[in-house]
Each structure stands twice: as C-alpha cells, then as structure tokens.
C-alpha cells in the first residue's frame, strides 16, 4: 500500500516517509490522515461554493480536524474514522444547498467504512496536488502552515476565544489547494497563510492571558516530593487548570513535562500549592522519563511518541490527542468539565516519581514582562552590556545534530542574550549562562505559541529605539523546526518582515530548490551552518 509523507524535519530525506513516519505513524494512519484533510477541502469547496461564511461551530470543528493529522497529535485510527464521518455529514449538510453545478470529487465523494477512506487516500495526499513538484512544493507549505494555525486557534477556542477571520482564511486556503493555480498566486497564499498565523498567536496570547493572567518570572523546581504524582504534558492550559482543580486537597502532587513547563509561569496556576514542578525535558525523551516517574501520565495535545508497555497502563491522552490502545479521557457534550477522577484515583496508588535531577529553571518572559522591564534593556543597549539578542526559539528532537543549539548558546559571547520559546530551549535552558546586568542570559517567552511574545517584543524594540525597519535590530534568528506549528511559526515572522533566519536543522525536505530559492533571494533564509561560523556572523549583524 505504502505511505507518503513530509511534513515534519524528520522525513526520511529526499523520499519522505514511505512505510512508516519516523515518528512511528503506520501507512494507514497516514492515509485517514490525508482522507481528512481531503474532506476538509470538499467542506471549503461546498462553504465557498454557496458564497456563505462559515458558521462558527463549523469553523472550530476544521480547526480540530486539522491539529488532528499535526505530527505526533493522534495515532487512533478509529478516532481519525469518526472525524472523517463527522467531516462527510458537514459536507454533505452544506453540499445540500448548492444549485446543481459541476462539483470538485472532494465535495461529493462518499465512502462507508475504513478500508474505503484507505483506498481513496492513494490519489488524495499531497502528492495529488499537482504534477509540478513546486507547485506541489508551495501547496504543502500553505498546508502545513495551515495545520499549525489551526492548532494554536483551537487552544484559543477551548479557551472561548474566536476569530472568523481565520475561518475564512481556512475556506480559502483549503480550497486553493484543490485548484491550478499558479506560484505566484500560491506565493501569496503562502504569505496570507503566515499572516494568519500572526492573528492565530495573538488570538491564543490573548486568552491564556486574560484567562491566566500574564505571565511573571518565575522558578520552577526539577526535583520531586515524597507524594504520588500526575505527569502532565502537551500544551492546553485549560486541561491544566481541571487537573489542578481535581487534585486539589488529594495528597497527589501535578508536575509538567515538555511544553507544558510554562504554565508555571501563569498566576492564576500559583496558588495551587500542588503544583510543585517540571519533570524531565523534551517530547522524545518520553519513553524515558515517563517509565522514571512511576504515576499516570496525561497527554493534551501532540508530542506522542510510540508509547512502551512499561507505562501504557499509566497513560491517558484528551482532546485531540490519542493513541491506539491508551486510555481517552473525552470532553462532555455538555459543556460539563472532563473527569480526571480514574486519573487520580490511579496516581494514588503509585509510587512518588524517581528524581532524575534536582535544581531549577527560570522563566516567564513573555512580551508583557519583557515590556516591563523595558527600561532596563534600553540601558542595557545603549551601554553596550547588551550587544546581541539571538532568537533560538522553535522545536527540539531527537537527532544527534541537534546538539549545535547547545553548541551556539554555550559559545555565544558574555554579552548575548538568548531569546526562547517552545521546547527547543530544552537544548540549553539548564546551561549555567550567568545574566547580565540581572536579566538572565536565557529569555523563556513560553510554548512554540508564545513565539509570538518574541515578535511583539521584536517590533517593541523597534518602536523605542526609533527604527523603521524591524531588522535594524541587534537581533539574529538561529531557529529549530521540527513539525507544522514550526512551519505557522515561520510563516508568521516572514509575514511580520523578519529577515536573515538561519533554519535547521536542515530545511524543511517538502520546499523543492526552486521555492527554497525565492525564500532565499526573498528573505535570506539560510541553513545553519558551523558553531563557530553561525556566532560569529551572527554577532556581525549577518
């Protein structure tokens, strides 16, 4: 039957992914992946079609459909089975009002059963979107950005914050993907694509911090108590807080792993003296830390790695999460909280978590705290204490070249100051760097959604210090990519103007040389290269 796929850094190079994803994704999979997707376009097509808007609850239905097929999101077959059903009744509900009319296949294809979505998915991925690879090349972009949009907007929409916006922009974007047109139009896509990243983040930005307050330095412990305790990992803040709700007064104590490390920062999570720290390091470290920690882990969103036996038992994932064979914790239809009641009741009876090391890690320097300290960076510039901000933000992974981003901020002089956000800070964030001046040399902004805070601080910079352009800044990009809130990330700073990124670990394998060199002559996006050769035109402005 085989498979294709290439939408995270980790492809198989130059092939893609072509029996099974390197992040443990099978072949059929794979396929209700794309079968989704393809319906999705069907529901654009029908929305466009009629000349409506798309209702809302239509709107965060794509929305969670998309995060869904986001790499490391959800290996359950059958959960994907009963989404591309729910997508089909959609369809089908907005198909109903069209006049009769020629109808793109997506709008009208039905299937029954599993081995029919499987089946149709050979002529249905991505490899069906043109015959021309940069074609093809500049529509996997704008679906790829489109994925990580979608996800940051529906942790907004968990949170009761909505933009329609967005939701015309899915209409568009996925509709295009289905018609010839041509790369410059597809270009242009692509730079809408980013700048709806930008209202997707600010969107998120705001609901976590009107719900949770914005975020404030702090310290978070690595060590364990003598209590049983629950894992939780992912990104949604809103599972955060019924967890800590749930525990509260239980003798079970919440830690975090991975991205979800910054909730400590929020203040409406501090008063939970429960919630007493992060446990581990990044997503693919899992299989490890996860056996170490001894009680239930509860997976929010993706970074699901293949998922050992030593554990499983003690798993549980939630929203658009899941695994086949491991406990789904569902949301209500009635709008009720989810039950973490077995969850609980399960990490009473564990033993406390075995502690794998014991100090500390600062952060909470989204926009809002950066701004207040504001004052004191000026100084630090117009001194020359600061002569440097280096923006490391992105994704982490598993590959061993990963090592450079701890390379870099091990070798970037005294007088440099990190900028970070999303787990790829797991590369340097417990590096001894000292601070200058009392800002620390390490600048935590947050999750891969708070890379947000890094551009507003970015074009706050470029407000006080007088510049027109936001890359007369003293600021270089050395960012780290790994899946398609990486690539929505991206979009989104070459939206914004951002020019100079250096990308790797390598560049994404889905941009033919041709797309990569109208990213290049239009951006200068370049690859990463040497330690010392990147710090060193880094620290020259180049």
């Not at 097929?69 to 729910?86: G, L, P, Q, R, S």
């Not at 992974?397 to 100051?417: E, I, M, S």
């Not at 805070?453 to 706050?460: D, P």
Request: proline share 3%; hydrophobic share 40%; net charge negative.
């Amino acid at each position: 039957m085989g498979m294709y796929c290439d939408q995270c850094q980790e492809s198989v190079q130059k092939t893609g992914c072509i029996a099974r994803g390197v992040c443990g994704k099978n072949e059929v999979t794979a396929k209700l992946q794309d079968m989704l997707v393809y319906v999705l376009q069907g529901i654009a097509l029908c929305t466009e079609t009629s000349g409506r808007k798309l209702q809302t609850e239509h709107g965060r239905f794509i929305s969670k459909a998309l995060f869904v097929t986001v790499t490391n999101t959800n290996f359950d077959d059958d959960a994907i089975v009963d989404k591309i059903f729910e997508a089909l009744a959609l369809r089908d509900e907005l198909k109903n009002s069209l006049a009769e009319m020629p109808l793109h296949d997506s709008m009208v294809w039905t299937g029954e059963s599993k081995e029919d979505f499987i089946h149709k998915a050979e002529s249905a991925g991505v490899e069906a979107f043109s015959q021309n690879e940069d074609i093809r090349s500049l529509k996997s972009l704008v679906l790829y950005g489109l994925k990580g949009l979608a996800a940051y907007t529906d942790h907004a929409e968990v949170l009761g914050y909505v933009d329609e916006s967005i939701y015309e922009f899915y209409v568009t974007a996925l509709a295009s993907l289905t018609k010839e047109i041509d790369a410059d139009q597809l270009t242009a896509l692509v730079m809408d694509t980013g700048a709806a990243a930008v209202k997707a983040m600010a969107l998120l930005d705001k609901a976590n911090t009107e719900t949770y307050g914005s975020p404030e330095i702090t310290t978070v412990k690595t060590g364990v108590g003598n209590n049983p305790g629950i894992l939780i990992s992912g990104h949604d803040l809103h599972d955060m807080e019924e967890l800590l709700k749930q525990t509260e007064g239980s003798g079970v104590d919440v830690y975090t792993h991975c991205e979800m490390l910054p909730a400590h920062y929020y203040p409406a999570f501090k008063k939970y003296s429960h919630f007493v720290g992060n446990y581990g390091s990044s997503w693919w470290s899992q299989d490890k830390e996860f056996v170490s920690f001894n009680g239930p882990i509860l997976m929010t969103t993706n970074c699901i790695v293949p998922v050992k036996e030593s554990y499983r038992e003690r798993m549980f994932t939630t929203g658009n999460a899941g695994y086949e064979g491991v406990k789904h914790i569902p949301a209500p239809k009635n709008g009720d909280s989810k039950d973490f009641s077995e969850i609980i009741e399960l990490a009473e009876t564990c033993s406390p978590p075995t502690e794998i090391e014991n100090g500390e890690i600062v952060g909470g320097f989204a926009h809002h705290q950066v701004v207040a300290l504001a004052e004191k960076v000026i100084d630090a510039v117009k001194s020359g204490a600061i002569k440097r901000f280096v923006v490391m933000a992105g994704c982490d992974g598993r590959q061993n070249a990963r090592t450079y981003y701890t390379d870099v901020a091990d070798a970037l002089p005294d007088d440099t100051v990190i900028l970070t956000a999303g787990c790829a800070k797991y590369r340097y964030n417990k590096l001894q760097l000292g601070d200058i001046g009392g800002i620390p040399r390490v600048l935590d902004a947050g999750q891969c959604n708070d890379s947000y805070s890094l551009a507003v601080i970015a074009l706050k910079l470029k407000e006080v210090f007088g510049l027109d352009n936001i890359n007369d800044l003293p600021i270089s990009y050395d960012i780290a990519w790994y899946e398609q809130k990486a690539v929505a990330v991206l979009l989104a700073l070459l939206s914004l103007g951002v020019k100079g990124i250096r990308l790797g670990p390598t560049l994404p394998e889905f941009l033919t040389p041709n797309v990569a060199l109208v990213l290049v002559e239009k951006f200068d996006i370049k690859p990463i290269g040497t330690v010392e050769g990147d710090v060193e035109a880094m620290m020259a402005g180049m």
